[in-house]
């Protein structure tokens, strides 16, 4: 051991010799930080906003979203319908991928039928698509089985991959989890975007060096970022202020004041557009966790009023959230497509005892108990914000008893079954992002449409809220092309489920950032972080 | 030797076999993988297809008895996490534990032992008593406070060392390593420090009350009595019949530093197993979970192996009697 320490120490003392690392004065290298790793380089691995917005710094997509989410075109320069279920895709001359090969209408339809294929995780984005066609060097026509005004919304995230590298390296699909096979789309990346992949060490680092042929004008003034994984909030929190990152998103909440007082620091909070909520079992006859036995009091509307206006989010704000939240009554979030400011205003709280006479008049006079589920690592503050819930039903005659886990365990608690019937759960808490459409109809589809199995809505509505009337005017608005129709109708079917008190939507939580002073960026709201906005001076 | 040698392999695969079994009972309890691996908008239904594709419906003595089938091939399936083949995943960030884990050792041998003897040979002195005092901090704290205290001094105020990662690492054939560069000799001070604070108190401590029980026999008047010199005689005779047992702690204590080294490798973003095994306990990422375990389970086997044989060094009286059988015992 001795021999070996000192072999080691004159090893490195000829390193320090020999490995100089030069950098340039106008290198510009940026740092930064998250909590986990991007889990693969392949865009199609995941439907998830960390990988989607990490790996579009290296596939453009043919359509992106600017810093309103607002969409402008990127590879595809002009697109559109030319009927009712035929839409069209130009795309821009001239561009080339990473490895110099230019951009063909074949590079296209290749990489949307890999996102479609197996192994990838973008199925859902392609479930009104008939078919994908090549009709010119540059131009893609997209049939559809119904009209689908959304299309070019859903594919704002897609990635354009190389059809020749993929061929070469044998990646001509996703990685398939269910097969021991290795994808090297895995490790490598080939698109076309503003940064190319240079070395990629799985959850240690990941390099990328700016694309200097990219088709567009930079923003940014960087040649090179340096992404590194970091747990632990407090390490994270240490290396922006030792100056060792530049930049790192998800700051604790505790540190954020800390943050603010640091000279050489800036935070940066924003509104995120997913809504936490809390939702009841709507569906059973009687509670799996609870004192009333023959009846759901969940079903009886009065009941969740007084819930509904018995829970202060405002000072869950205050409190738990310390400050950063934005409390709403809507399920979506502004920069939604379809979010009615002007019904995003919460009924005025009840004193206890208004709520009490609620209860009674429902029915429960002495209240009654209930269980409640509640995740303790996925939304910032989730069990206290639920621990918050249970103080203050308390105080209306309600317990609640509260079993907070792991997202893993919680989950596949609560969410429906495979065929569809509803969770294990009474009372619970979800956070929802249409992330794909940006668009409401994704929100009353997903969470509060009627399950049904064979129209498959209704997936992620755990409780089983049910309103005929929504149903047909959320069914409806899904190929509603005319824009002030369709307004229309997201207005009525947005007060129907207002009106009803069918969930509790809490807030949406802040998108906290930190970087240092010298840094500056973009924080769009749906919590992705382009790096082609960012200018280190 | 050789048989008790093999006696040992034969042990050795029956406790690996355990603890993989024990380890594929467990994962029940840490979760459903498939909801962090899907979108938010995959239906129920095909979440459930995904499930009973990968085996997850199956009871655990089923995927165990798949995973050990497949182990003994060499392949230990794809991660569940980041879709890349187990064994490499693991075998990338062997070599970064292993530095750090071997620093830290170093750093407890060479800075505990003499520690020990100063404290031993000298126990009412101030400096003894303060060393003494000191080191209490090594087994109080918890190893994050401590990791998180470094950075803040050093990193943060001082601007010595980095606050975390490996810093500029070399890649010598397939192992990738700190120690070429400056800024990964610096990188591994922290951490290092942290990984073996707590051993330093238990290898210090060890080795004190050993040396004060030695410094008392016999042998060691008649040392003096034959005019050797202190250092012939602390060195040569004291501190080599202390041996036995800080062999025995340190080597499992080594076994330890390893494993331990997920705190230490989480606070510090050290890219080693450690971390590895915890973003895969995040994500219920059963493939790495269980060759890490068996992994794990494998060097302790080992360091336990070694340190059998080290006896037979140390120890004349082991090899005066020849055989191996007593040897076990410990």
Known sequence: MHFSLRHSVALAALACAGFGFISSADAKTFKWANSGDVSSMDPYARQETFLLTFNSNIYDPLIRRDKDLKLEPALATKWGQTDPTTWFFDIRPGVKFHDGTPLTADDVVFSLNRANGPGSNMGSNFVSVKEIKKVGDLRVEVTTKYPDPLLADKWAALGMMSKAWAEKNNALNSADMTKNEENFATRNAMGTGPFMLKERRAGEKTILVANPNWWDKPVHNLTEVIFTPVANPATRVAALKAGDIDMTYEVPPADTESLKRDANIKVLEGPETRVVFLGFDQERPELLESNVKGKNPFKDKKVREAIHRSIDVDAIKRTVMRGQSFPTNLMVAPGINGYMKDLDKRPALLKPEEAKKMLADAGYPNGFETGMDCPNDRYVNDEKICQAVVAMLAKIGIKVNLRAQTRNLYFAKILRKADLSPGDTSFYMLGWSPAQTYDVHNVFEALIQTPNKTTKKGQFNAGGYSNPALDKLADAMEQETDKAKRDAMIKEATKLYVDDFAYVPLHQQAVVWAARKNVDLVQPADNSFPLRFVTVK | ?330
Not at chain 2, 149 to 173: C, E, M
């Open chain 2, 1 to 330: 030797m050789l048989a008790f040698i093999l006696r040992r392999i034969l042990q050795s695969s029956a406790v690996l076999l355990a603890v993989g079994l024990v380890a594929f009972s467990l994962f029940r309890y840490v979760g459903d993988p498939v909801n962090a691996m899907v979108g938010q908008d995959t239906t129920m239904e095909e979440r459930d297809a995904l499930r009973e594709k990968l085996g997850l419906n199956d009871p655990a003595p089923v995927q165990f008895f798949h995973f050990i089938a497949n182990a003994a091939r060499g392949n230990f399936g794809l991660s569940y996490r980041t879709s890349e083949p187990v064994g490499r995943l693991i075998l990338e960030r062997v070599p970064a534990t292993l530095e750090l884990s071997f620093c830290a050792a170093v750093f407890v041998l060479f800075v505990g032992v003499p520690m020990g003897v100063y404290t031993g040979l000298y126990p009412r002195h101030w400096s003894s008593r303060l060393l003494q005092a000191v080191s209490l901090i090594g087994i109080s704290l918890p190893t994050f406070l401590i990791g998180i205290l470094l950075i803040l001094v050093f990193a943060v105020t001082l601007h010595w060392l980095p606050s975390f990662g490996r810093g500029d690492t070399v890649k010598v054939g397939w192992w990738v390593t700190n120690f070429l560069t400056v800024s990964g000799l610096k990188a591994l001070i922290l951490p290092a420090i942290t990984l073996g604070l707590f051993q330093l108190t238990l290898i210090m401590r060890l080795v004190r009350s050993e040396m004060l029980e030695v410094m008392r026999t016999e042998y060691i008047k008649f040392a003096r009595a034959r005019g050797l010199t202190n250092r012939a005689i602390n060195f040569g005779h004291a501190l080599k019949n202390t041996l036995v047992p800080v062999i025995t702690v340190a080597g499992l204590q080594l076994g330890s530093l390893i494993a331990f080294a997920v705190v230490t490798e989480t606070v510090f973003a050290w890219p080693g197993v450690g971390q590895l095994f915890i973003q895969s306990v995040q994500f219920s990422d059963i493939p790495v979970m269980a060759a890490y375990l068996l992994l794990i389970g494998l060097f302790f086997v080992l360091v336990n192996l070694i340190v059998d044989l080290l006896y037979f060094a140390v120890d004349p009286r082991l090899r005066s009697q020849g055989g191996g059988a007593r040897v076990g015992g410990h």
